[in-house]
């Protein structure tokens, strides 16, 4: 073990950023760095994590009309005194179906972290854009409207390549593993 702990806490709606922390944590813990996943949907306020048992944090959210879910917004408004305090590495991460346009991936990458982070007052050191899932599948956490939508806003934007009958998963797990090394570095 390398000694070092890290706080992975996101927000999500559909899964992409859910399945991209547990990918991190597994990451981790291969490099022998301890990896703790919390769901900031099921924190209580009472448990509210004591950052300084961490070596770095991790943070990530899925964006839906271009916004962050409702509890990262929350954790990053409330204890921004703590993560601004916070002498290790910041991470965040978002999961977007815009970031796999080539056009439009750096400024999804900026905008929906650090110039977000920076408008709640928060600082942070690292940060990237992935893409996100498109479940149009019977078993898909997005209901009906979402699924509408999402049909409509796809079969409009050129490059979007996606199948709207079926799992479309958009996530690079190449960049995704790359961000979570380079993270790792950081420690
Ligand atoms: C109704 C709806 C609205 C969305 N709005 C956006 C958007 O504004 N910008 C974007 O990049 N992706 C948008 N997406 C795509 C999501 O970012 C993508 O599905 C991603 O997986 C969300 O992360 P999550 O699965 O962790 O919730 C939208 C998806 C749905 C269903």
Same mark, same amino acid.
């Given at each position: 073990?390398? %000694? ?7 927000? @999500?709606?559909?899964?992409? @950023? ?9 990451? $981790?813990? *291969?490099? *022998? ?5 919390? %769901?900031?949907?099921?924190? #209580?306020?009472? !448990?509210?994590?004591?950052? %300084?048992?961490?070596?770095?944090? /991790? /943070? ?6 271009? #916004? ?12 921004? +005194? ?13 999961? &977007?179906?815009?970031?796999? $346009?080539?056009? /439009? ?7 929906? @972290? ?5 408008? $709640? ?13 498109? =479940?149009?599948?019977?078993? &898909?956490?997005?209901?009906? $409207?979402? +699924? !509408?939508?999402? +049909?409509?806003?796809? #079969? #409009? ?5 996606? *199948?709207?009958? @079926?799992? %479309?998963?958009? !996530? =690079? ?11 790792? *570095?950081?420690?």
């Amino acid at each position: 073990m390398s %000694n070092k702990k890290v706080l992975i806490l996101y927000g @999500t709606r559909f899964g992409a @950023t859910e399945g991209v922390a547990g990918k991190m944590a597994e990451l $981790l813990r *291969e490099k *022998e760095v301890e990896a703790e996943v919390i %769901n900031l949907k099921d924190l #209580q306020d009472d !448990r509210i994590p004591d950052l %300084n048992s961490y070596d770095g944090i /991790m /943070m990530g959210t899925g964006i839906k009309i271009g #916004q962050w879910t409702k509890e990262v917004k929350k954790y990053v408004s409330n204890y921004k +005194k703590d993560l601004n305090s916070f002498k290790g590495p910041k991470g965040f991460y978002v999961c &977007s179906g815009y970031a796999v $346009l080539p056009e /439009m991936y750096e400024k999804i990458k900026v905008d929906y @972290t650090l110039d977000a982070c920076k408008k $709640l007052g928060v600082t942070i050191d690292y940060f990237d854009a992935f893409g996100g899932l498109m =479940d149009f599948t019977e078993t &898909s956490r997005m209901g009906w $409207l979402d +699924k !509408r939508l999402l +049909k409509i806003v796809s #079969q #409009q934007t050129s490059g979007m390549k996606v *199948e709207t009958d @079926t799992y %479309n998963d958009l !996530r =690079d797990w190449d960049q995704i593993e790359k961000f979570t090394l380079g993270f790792i *570095e950081l420690l």
